[in-house]
């Protein structure tokens, strides 16, 4: 049959295609758009996503598009991802491509190995930091990397074919894109068949989930009117047809476009559409039938092979000679069954629909010949696939083949290819598959090199890596179950599989119970002599002791780690323990000794990563540098601290993990720069690091100190939403870094805003955790702010002339207490102690300058901290005015201004200009013209500090008058607004400042220097 099936004109959907239209500008402009294209099979997505691509491609997008690719149910992990990097490889100019690629070439090239050679070497150093398995996580930092460089270069579009046959690491993926792709000119396009989606389809759920989010946009397609399928008729048959062939073929095909392709071709090739058969399936098959046995038997072979089949191994199975090969293949594409594959090297079925007739309708015990046909030519030459898919490729066959011997060899060789590829949960549904077939086959074992607890701790490993932590803990157990049933000696194994169970169990938040199933661990290896097992036993346990901030324990094990591992060469280990160590000891108050460890433990981390020693170095590294910076900004070493971190950002950018362990990183460095008062460059830091848009944890340890910022500049809007952006991140964790910060920023804001309760409040949720070891460097800070509360909260008892509450009081004691028994986790840390002492005496009511001189000595001295030490030199300022020493109190509060306004810590500045103001202190003119944005607006507004009160401008305005003892009804007289007004105005402002009367509200005002 001559002519084409396929309507050359694009039919209808305009609306569609106006939109998808629309958001390809919107990505345009930097606004990442994406678009679901569902329906049934058939009916037209994919010639819509090609008009689609068309047009980008006319506006110069790059055009990228991957396949999703169904095995027999199960698909192909990433093959959309393969298929992109592909076209990236072929379409490219190298020198484009090795920019586009950048540090994520070494992790997509094996997924593509051609790959490798386009991009320059990275250093030896960087390749074998990655571990034997990519983490998922690493995979999609990589190709988000790769996308926003793309789309630094040319506008992209992205399009995901048939994503209801898609791999669950290809699922995570898309899902990955969606949330985390963000101003970069990216347009995705995924289409599904939404008739193939059954009640438990994994694709479901997440399309529910995309329905709700208003950034992505569903475009559902609809079947053809009957004008369209006239429409469509005329265009395929070069004429407009009969009326009443169109209704015929509209009756028939219901208006889909591929059946009414296929009814053409059957009334082209002389059929009448009227006499066909009822099904879909026979429609299509009808057009099979009339063709040579030899085209038909290819076709069968074909459909074995899936959608599409590289020449070579087609030639291979067809098992024909050359001519009736040449033969058959011209007769299936002359009638528009089969076509040429676009890579040019196969061919594929016109459509899925008939090629899946077709293998529906063979029968079972040619499918079985055939796929055994595929996997003995696969196994022969693997070259005869094409490359990438073969692992999954020959697994597929020899299972479908029912020759489960040989099934199982392949699926545990394809697991281990997924699991080097970043696709943990296409390894661990591998693995499960091996373990199901295990018990089938006598020689599993010589056949796969590893027995069953082996496939049973890979699986485990698998579902670790995918963070399916319940699924990894279920296989441990059967994996040590069946170790048990096994005869021979096996402790060692036992051990490691107890001590790989023990770290499921500590990521679980149970570190007591980790340690005791290390415990069991190490009472099963050799008491007399030393192993690898002791080694790595002995450092997990380490770890988990810390976890369970059980250091004085964790610092001993990890020594016996580092003996262990040193005595039998386990040099990973070594540096793994090492930085335990070093943790341990710094917390235990030897920073010296703290940091000798961690210096020596990330050297041989990157000393082994040079040398090419594989295992996790980039994770080890990676925690070395975090712990490193950590102990150094404990110790007060800021700048070194700051330094340090820089470099483990570095190599985390390097290795995909920015957005994991690097956001703790970039948390630390932002840390150490705020201590030291580069609050600009903190706020920046994190900001960058939120734009990477870091998931869970991660992400919260950013918007912690973006919340202090914003609490020490007194934006509290921003400060607020950092706040709630970190609850929701870290929902019920215990861990103290998280919680003991987010409950001083919360308490600070508080303050900051006049909410004294809620202030009390974020403080007495901490208390609990006060005495925890690690805690005190958290503790301190919260134990200041409490202390300030009640001051703050004593002063205006005072204010009011009311005696101090006795709760208020015992509430101080209570604290004071507290601050007595923490311990300082470093020198430094003392100028707390003073600070804490400090606000002691201010809730007193003790004049003292002594107190105040203490703690601005302390902090000048030891920690060089800016924010305190403003905040103590304004105090130090305030009670030497009440002791009636202006000058020394005036050069305090020039000083603590100075350095406030150096901060933007508006509310400090705000406070000294008020003090300054009522005491006649005077400040340097031109003082807060250095200052920022923050502190400047406040220097001209000097009564500010009534912002802590919440009064709006126009409650102020009428303070100052109520201060000047004005009425109501003058009050009403000066400022143009009714008595009623005024009086509302006046309860309004009683009630904020938390005063009952008039007098009292004056002499709030008078002593925050408000006055006309
Ligand atoms: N708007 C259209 N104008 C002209 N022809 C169309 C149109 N839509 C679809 N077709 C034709 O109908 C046939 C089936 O369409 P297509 O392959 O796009 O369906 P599909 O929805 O992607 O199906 P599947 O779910 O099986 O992938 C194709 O040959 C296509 O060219
Ligand atoms: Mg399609």
Redesign the pocket.
């Known amino acids: 049959m001559g002519g084409n ?9 305009r609306e569609e295609l106006a939109s998808l239209a629309g958001l390809l500008e919107q990505a345009k402009a930097k606004e990442p758009a994406f678009a679901l ?1 569902g ?13 689609l691509a068309a047009l980008a491609d006319g506006h110069g997008y790059c055009v990228l598009t991957g396949q999703c690719v169904e095995l027999g149910g199960e698909g192909l992990p990433l093959a959309p991802l393969v298929d992109t990097l592909r076209t990236l490889a072929r379409t490219l100019p190298p020198g484009e491509l090795a920019d586009v690629l950048g540090p994520a070439a070494p992790a997509l090239s094996r997924l593509l190995p051609e790959l490798a050679g386009a991009a320059p070497a990275p250093p030896a150093a960087v390749v074998t930091m990655a571990s034997e398995d990519m983490s998922k996580a690493q995979l999609l930092e990589h190709v988000l990397g790769t996308f926003d460089r793309l789309s630094g270069l040319h506008p992209v579009l992205l399009v995901v ?2 994503l ?1 046959w898609a791999d669950r690491s290809t699922l995570d993926l898309i899902a990955f894109l969606f949330r985390s792709l963000r101003q970069s000119r990216v347009m995705i396009a995924v ?3 939404s008739d ?1 989606l059954h009640r438990r389809h994994p694709l479901r759920p997440l399309l529910t989930s995309w329905e709700r989010d208003r950034s992505i946009n569903g475009i559902g ?1 609809a079947r ?1 009117s009957r004008e ?1 399928v006239a429409a ?1 008729l005329s ?1 395929i048959l070069g004429q407009r047809p009969a009326p009443a062939m169109t209704d015929t073929v509209f009756d028939r095909s219901g208006g ?3 059946l ?2 296929e009814l053409a071709g059957a009334a082209a090739a002389g059929g009448d559409p009227a006499d066909l058969p009822p099904s879909l399936a026979d429609v299509l098959l009808s057009r099979v039938d009339g063709l040579t046995d030899g085209a038909q038997r290819l076709l069968r072979t074909a459909s074995v092979a899936g959608r599409a089949v590289p020449d070579r191994l087609l030639a291979e199975v067809a098992g024909l000679d050359e001519d009736e090969l040449l033969r058959a293949l011209r007769e299936t594409i002359d009638s528009h069954l089969l076509v040429v594959d676009p890579s040019g090297h196969g061919y594929a079925f ?4 008939t090629r899946d007739a077709v293998y529906e309708d063979m029968l079972p015990g040619e499918r079985v010949r055939l796929h055994a046909a595929y996997a003995a030519a696969l196994d022969r030459d693997p070259a005869l696939g094409g490359g990438d898919a073969d692992a999954s490729a020959l697994a597929y066959h020899w299972y479908a083949a029912l020759d489960l011997p040989r099934a199982l060899s392949a699926t545990t060789a394809a697991a281990a290819r997924a699991a080097a590829a970043g696709a943990p949960a296409e390894a661990l549904r591998l693995l499960e598959r091996a373990l199901e077939i295990w018990p089938r086959v006598a020689d599993a074992t010589e056949r796969t090199g590893m027995d069953r607890v082996d496939v049973s701790r890979l699986a485990a490993s698998a579902a670790y890596q995918y963070g399916a932590l319940d699924r990894a803990r279920s296989l441990l157990a059967d994996a040590l179950a069946e170790l048990a049933r096994s005869a021979g000696e096996n402790n060692e194994r036992r051990a490691l599989l107890l001590e790989r169970y023990a770290v499921v169990q500590r990521d679980h938040s149970e570190p007591a119970q980790a340690v005791v199933t290390l415990q069991r661990a190490l009472s099963l290896l050799p008491p007399d002599q030393v192993t690898r097992a002791h080694a790595v036993v002995l450092a997990a346990m380490a770890g988990s002791q810390m976890r369970a901030d059980d250091m004085m324990n964790c610092a001993q094990t990890a020594e016996r780690a580092i003996e262990a591992a040193r005595a039998v060469g386990a040099r990973d280990t070594e540096a793994d323990a090492s930085i335990t160590l070093g943790g341990a000891r710094s917390y235990l108050g030897s920073a010296d000794a703290g940091l000798q460890a961690l210096r020596a433990g990330l050297r041989l981390a990157l000393d082994l990563g040079e040398h090419g020693t594989a295992g996790d170095l980039a994770t080890i590294a990676l925690r070395a540098y975090i712990n490193l910076s950590d102990v150094l900004e404990l110790i007060g070493q800021h700048a070194e601290a700051a330094q340090t971190a820089a470099e483990g950002i570095e190599l985390a950018s390097r290795v995909g993990m920015t957005r994991t362990l690097g956001s703790y990183l970039i948390g630390n460095r932002a840390e150490s720069l705020l201590r030291m008062g580069q609050l600009d460059e903190a706020d920046e830091l994190t900001a960058q690091g939120l734009a990477a848009f870091p998931e869970g944890v991660f992400s919260a340890t950013l918007h912690q100190f973006r919340a202090e910022i914003g609490g020490m500049r007194g934006q509290y809007d921003d400060a607020a939403a950092s706040i709630r952006a970190m609850k929701r991140l870290i929902t019920d964790t215990i861990d103290i870094q998280f919680t003991q910060t987010l409950r001083y920023s919360t308490g600070l804001i508080a303050l900051g805003t006049g909410d004294l309760a809620a202030a009390r409040q974020a403080v007495t949720e901490g208390l609990p955790d006060m005495t925890n070891s690690w805690g005190a460097r958290y503790a301190w800070p919260l134990l200041w702010l409490g202390l300030r509360i009640e001051a703050d909260d004593a002063t205006r008892h005072r204010d009011r002339r009311e005696p101090v509450p006795a709760e208020l009081t015992e509430r101080c004691a209570l604290l004071a207490g507290l601050a007595a028994q923490v311990q300082t986790p470093a020198p430094s840390w003392e100028a707390y102690r003073e600070l804490a002492a400090a606000e002691r005496a201010r809730a007193d009511g003790t004049v003292d300058p002594e107190v105040w001189r203490a703690a601005v000595g302390a902090w000048q001295r030891a920690a060089a901290e800016p924010y305190p030490l403003a905040y103590a030199l304004l105090r130090l300022a305030e009670t030497l005015t009440a002791a009636g020493d202006l000058d020394e109190a005036a050069s305090a509060v020039r000083e603590s201004h100075a350095l406030a306004c150096r901060l933007g810590a508006a509310p400090i500045v705000a406070e000294a200009e008020a003090l300054a103001q009522r005491a006649r202190l005077s400040l340097p003119a031109g003082e807060t013209a250095g200052a920022g944005d923050a502190a400047g607006s406040v220097a001209s507004k000097p009564a500010d500090e009534l912002a802590r009160f919440g009064l709006t401008d126009r409650e102020r305005e009428v303070l100052v008058l109520v201060a000047a003892g004005r009425s109501n009804p003058e009050i009403a007289k000066a400022l143009f607004i009714s008595a009623k007004t005024a009086s509302v105005h006046v309860s309004n402002i009683l009630a904020k400042l938390g005063v009952s009367g008039r007098v009292e509200a004056a002499a709030v005002a008078h002593r925050l220097g408000v006055s006309a």
């Open positions: 099936l396929v309507s050359p004109v694009f039919i209808g959907r294209i329906g049934e099979a058939g009916i037209g997505k994919t010639r819509l996503a090609r008009e074919e048939d209801h289409t599904y068949r193939e397609l053809f369209e469509q265009a889909n476009a591929y009414v392709e016109r459509h899925a629909l």
